[in-house]
């Protein structure tokens, strides 16, 4: 039982390179999410897919682009990465985009920003 | 816009104690409720979910919540904790009729002791 997986688990940059966070899920859900968690902050929507082939801005866009691969991929890409975005990231997906649907989590990607 | 405070950042209790980690929304339309654990280094699951109907819901390992529509809280709680209760808890409101757009609140370290 895969559900949702994240790679890297772990990864460290230098301020201005570019990084792509890969998630995959195997449930076969419609809906996927990227938030990034901070201490105090909770998680934080950054940009959500309802079906494949649609992608929206969450509460926290900016630095970010997304791609909805397929219907199991959800990719997240730094494009010139910066301190700020030192966090961990989570991916996750949902049967269907309802607002009643619970959402299933990968285990997150951990990067820092130097 | 919803919103969600959990007062308590950090709630200390000895094992076989009751603990309740404590919730409230504010929203100007009906909404979902949910809580999700967050074990060390791993993503959140999902505890348990208020949708509609009776406003005790049970969840897994033994939690509870009770939904108060009058006072827009959403309290967690259980009767006995053990030490692998150990973890972070977040709760989260998403809108009815809004799409699956989860917004979480800053979460309780919940740490029982021998």
């Known amino acids: 039982n895969a559900g949702v997986t994240q790679t890297p688990k772990f990864q460290v940059l230098k301020t201005g390179q570019s990084m792509t966070l890969q998630c995959a899920q195997d449930?076969?859900?419609?809906?996927m999410y990227w938030y990034r968690q901070d201490p105090g902050m909770g998680l934080r929507l950054i940009y959500y897919?309802?079906?494949?082939?649609?992608?929206d801005k969450g509460e926290v866009p900016n630095g970010y682009n997304v791609s909805r691969l397929n219907k199991r991929e959800f990719s997240l890409r730094l494009e010139s990465a910066a301190p700020s975005q030192t966090s961990v990231y989570f991916c996750?997906?949902?049967?269907?985009?309802?607002?009643?649907?619970?959402?299933?989590f990968g285990d997150g990607t951990r990067l820092s920003i130097l | 816009a919803q919103s969600v405070t959990q007062l308590d950042s950090q709630v200390p209790v000895f094992e076989e104690a009751p603990v309740e980690l404590r919730c409230n929304y504010s929203?100007?339309?009906?909404?979902?409720l949910f809580w999700y654990v967050q074990y060390p280094n791993q993503g959140l699951q999902l505890l348990l979910k208020?949708?509609?109907?009776?406003?005790l819901v049970k969840g897994i390992n033994g939690f509870e919540a009770e939904f108060n529509k009058s006072q827009t809280s959403f309290h967690l709680r259980k009767p006995s904790v053990h030490i692998s209760d150990t973890a972070e808890y977040f709760c989260?409101?998403?809108?009815?009729?809004?799409?699956?757009?989860?917004?979480f609140g800053t979460g309780t370290q919940l740490k029982v002791e021998l």
């Open positions: 996750a997906s949902s049967l269907e985009r309802g607002s009643n649907q619970p959402q299933h």
């Open positions: 449930m076969n859900h419609n809906s």
């Open positions: 897919s309802a079906s494949e082939g649609t992608t």
């Open positions: 929203s100007s339309v009906s909404v979902y």
């Open positions: 208020y949708l509609s109907g009776s406003t």
């Open positions: 989260a409101v998403s809108l009815t009729g809004g799409g699956n757009k989860l917004t």
